[in-house]
């Protein structure tokens, strides 16, 4: 087998032969490309390998990527290894490698297995793209935004606080309708606000790894009853039909459930805010094996093809919302999968046209994982939001 790739790289990627479109595609290519034997040695590797681990294409061939990698955590290779040989499907993830003078990269990388029509590993492809410049500049704006909002919140107590104060006054109940209107509008835009700051100090702490973790033997019926009846006040604004089918034998588990609170409330006010008015929002939550498996459904808007790759992202906002100017800031699924990658769990979605959008997660029964930090976080307001 180990000679058949190797033929077949040899016959591709003479490098004298500059007529092969194949050769020159992937000479030009800007990202790392290698092909690899079942041993992972690799047999051929485009210039942009040698460019950016700064070894020499005689150094790398023969070789393997332990040539410039090897600096994850066990459980990356592990999970790599199991999906690429035993399941023979493609991998991908974020990667921390070693230039050869001793500078760390951080890469996207994707490695798929090279098949047979027996459907035997031939061998391996692997491509990266170097994407430390991105991460540092992802890292200037989060300090920028992290310095930016923490001034955002002295301002936005005093406000809270004086509308408190306010309300409290007892000529509150004398003022006219439209007085009253004036500071319901104030006190709904003081919560987008206070939504808006949270999150983003969320965001900044789960990213920075300084958020605490302190689990605490849940019951998790219990708990997403007390998320849904927060949220009562915007269910019964839209009319929404809230259906909650929660399997009568779930185990108690382990969670921090400021940080899981988190993660329903996101994806239980997305599915009411994407929902038409009188729509549908259903939550399912049963155990499959080792873990608890969430379902929350609405039949509302659905997420058109093109920008179902990029929902997760930070700041993304899908056109669903902008075409019917839905309020949100593009963080909230960002920060429900950070959190579900704390818990060990899984996050996903399907949406259907004209249907609506199913999103599902899982949470390990084993639990959550104690971790000390010197943050925890601050929780979103629910009441009447959508
Ligand atoms: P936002 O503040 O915009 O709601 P999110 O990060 O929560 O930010 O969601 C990102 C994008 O994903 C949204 O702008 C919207 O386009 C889409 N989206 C999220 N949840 C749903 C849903 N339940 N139904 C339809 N689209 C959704």
């Not at 990698?69 to 999906?83: A, D, S, V």
């Not at 991998?91 to 027996?118: A, H, Q």
């Not at 920028?144 to 936005?156: D, E, G, K, N, R």
């Not at 004209?354 to 949470?363: A, E």
Request: glycine share 8%; net charge negative.
């Amino acid at each position: 087998m180990a000679k058949e790739i190797s033929q077949i790289v040899i016959d591709i990627s003479k490098r004298t032969d500059g007529g092969n479109p194949f050769h020159r595609a992937s000479e030009s290519a800007f990202n790392h490309f290698i092909i690899t034997d079942p041993d992972a040695k690799i047999v051929y590797a485009n210039p942009a390998v040698a460019r950016i681990t700064g070894y020499s294409l005689e150094e790398i061939i023969g070789n393997r990527p332990s040539l410039w990698g090897g600096l994850m955590g066990k459980e990356f290779y592990q999970e790599m290894w199991n999906t690429i040989k035993i399941k023979k499907q493609n991998f991908s993830g974020e990667i921390t490698n070693r230039r050869k003078n001793g500078e760390e990269y951080v890469s996207k990388v994707i490695v798929s297995p090279i098949l047979d029509e027996k459907h035997k590993i031939l061998g391996y492809i692997g491509t990266e793209e170097d994407i430390t410049l991105h991460k540092e500049i992802d890292k200037l704006q989060s300090d920028f935004i992290s310095v930016a909002v923490h001034q955002l919140q002295t301002p936005l107590t005093g406000i809270n606080w004086s509308l408190e104060l306010f309300k409290g006054f007892e000529d509150f109940a004398n003022l006219s309708d439209q007085q009253k209107d004036a500071i319901e509008m104030l006190e709904k835009s003081s919560d987008h606000l206070h939504d808006l700051v949270s999150i983003l100090l969320n965001v900044g702490r789960i990213e920075s790894g300084r958020l605490t973790v302190k689990p605490e033997l849940t019951n998790i019926k219990e708990f997403v009853d007390i998320i849904s009846e927060e949220l009562q006040g915007s269910i019964k604004n839209k009319e929404i039909e809230f259906i909650k089918d929660v399997s009568d034998d779930l185990p108690e588990i382990n969670l921090d459930r400021k940080l899981v609170r988190e993660l329903i409330a996101n994806l239980l006010s997305n599915a009411i805010k994407y929902s038409h008015p009188k729509g549908k929002v259903v939550v399912k939550i049963s155990q499959e094996e080792n873990d608890i498996y969430f379902l929350i459904e609405d039949n509302g808007l659905d997420i058109t093809k093109d920008q179902q790759h990029r929902i997760f992202d930070k700041f993304f906002r899908g056109d669903n919302a902008r075409k019917e100017q839905i309020s949100g800031n593009g963080l909230g699924l960002y920060f429900a999968k950070s959190i579900v990658e704390i818990c060990g769990g899984k996050i996903w979605f399907e949406t259907v046209e004209n249907k609506g959008s199913k999103f599902f997660f899982t949470l390990p029964v084993s639990g959550m994982e104690e971790r000390k930090g010197d943050v925890s976080v601050t929780p979103m307001r629910l009441n009447g939001q959508v």
